[in-house]
């Protein structure tokens, strides 16, 4: 038991914390969730209601139930401001494989260390927990700071689908990355 503890909670960073989507998080998502800023970088910028939202609320919980899916709430830690959204979107149990997807909603939320801090959480739930043995996620190839954390903490950059985002008149790349567990562990 000491063992397991001495690891700590794979749920909880050096700034912020993971925690299960609940359905008082709608107003709290809303605030910042259709800001161009970070919705660029996600690739959508079509603007979501909130009966969008909650719809996405309420498949988390399916998912989670029928593990095809795992969302969480990024939080402070101290403050305990939602400040974004994170979570396995989907799983492949044969091959031990995941996509994950992240985003930090508020910009002024950027470059603070949060979105490297909660991945890292998600990694740590991902081959700790889900015992994965692959992580993938994919980016597109104009989110440079998205690419410089993922790259960080040992992402690869496996592959891509060649014009396949467009946005704002333009066509771009959409990258692969993947990471393997040893890569973790190293
Ligand atoms: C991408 C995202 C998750 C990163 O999280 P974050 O909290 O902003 O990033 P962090 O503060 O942890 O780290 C930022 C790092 O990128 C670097 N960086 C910032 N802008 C950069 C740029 N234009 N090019 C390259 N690196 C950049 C910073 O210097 C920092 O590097 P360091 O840790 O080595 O010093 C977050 O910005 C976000 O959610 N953006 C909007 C939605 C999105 O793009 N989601 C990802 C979809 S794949």
Redesign the pocket.
């Known amino acids: 038991m000491e063992k397991i503890l001495a690891k700590g909670s794979p749920f909880i960073g050096k700034q912020v914390q993971l925690r299960a989507v609940e359905k008082t998080d709608l107003d709290d998502i809303m605030k910042h969730w259709n800001t161009f800023?970070?919705?660029?970088?996600?690739?959508t910028i079509i603007p979501m209601s909130s009966m969008m939202e909650e719809d996405w609320i309420r498949s988390t919980h399916e998912k989670a139930k029928n593990q095809t899916g795992f969302a969480f709430i990024i939080e402070h830690k101290e403050t305990k401001e939602l400040i974004?959204t994170c979570g396995y979107e989907e799983m492949n149990w044969i091959a031990k494989s995941g996509v994950v997807?992240?985003?930090?909603?508020n910009?002024e939320?950027?470059?603070?260390?949060?979105?490297?801090?909660?991945?890292i959480c998600l990694l740590k739930f991902g081959f700790n927990v889900l015992n994965l043995n692959r992580i993938e996620?994919?980016?597109?190839e104009y989110?440079?700071?998205?690419?410089?954390?993922y790259e960080?903490l040992g992402f690869k950059k496996v592959g891509k689908k060649r014009q396949a985002h467009f946005v704002q008149g333009s066509y771009y790349d959409i990258i692969e990355m993947d990471i393997l567990r040893n890569e973790f562990e190293k």
């Open positions: 800023e970070s919705r660029i970088g996600l690739g974004g997807g992240i985003g930090i909603h910009p939320n950027h470059n603070k260390g949060y979105g490297t801090d909660a991945m996620l994919w980016v597109m989110n440079e700071r998205a690419i410089h954390v960080k």
